[in-house]
């Protein structure tokens, strides 16, 4: 069987929120790439997962030097997941580059869906949920913010 790079989504608040399959997941990987090594580590201890896997810490300030390390785990013949802190990984966090060069590398991934606050705003809202846009965290530069919004279609639902 072939070693993967799991997502994991991580609940967002209530930790019974969590899938099975993502318990199942986190007890059997090698390694569990995190923002947080910490509160990876409390999570994994709320869950009562009594084998430790190997913590790599994984954020945006060292995303780019880990993806290699990360792949060569892989390729070795180990499991690793990738989590944020809350949520779901890639989603206004980091993961979509590790993605992207797994896919390069032809390495097989897998989801394992769960929470994701876009998803729960959004439907919590009351605002149409057949088309929406998601814009992420919006620039901290006023003059950037207001590029970016004024470019949006006008009847278009927006979260940010």
Do not use: H, W
């Amino acid at each position: 069987m072939d070693s993967k790079l799991y997502l994991i989504s991580t609940p967002i608040g209530n930790l019974k929120d969590i899938a099975l399959r993502a318990i199942d997941i986190l007890s059997s990987v090698d390694v569990i790439a995190c923002e947080d090594t910490r509160k990876a580590g409390l999570l994994l201890e709320k869950l009562e997962i009594k084998t430790k896997p190997q913590f790599l810490s994984y954020y945006e300030e060292n995303e780019i030097e880990r993806i290699p390390q990360i792949i060569s785990l892989i390729k070795s013949g180990k499991d690793v997941a990738l989590i944020s802190n809350a949520g779901t990984p890639a989603i206004s966090d980091p993961g979509f580059k590790l993605v992207r060069e797994c896919i390069k590398k032809g390495i097989k991934i897998e989801v394992i869906p769960g929470a994701s606050a876009v998803l729960s705003s959004l439907v919590l809202s009351g605002l149409p949920t057949d088309k929406f846009m998601f814009l992420g965290f919006l620039p901290k530069k006023e003059s950037k913010r207001k590029q970016l919004l004024t470019s949006v279609p006008k009847k278009t639902t927006i979260i940010v």
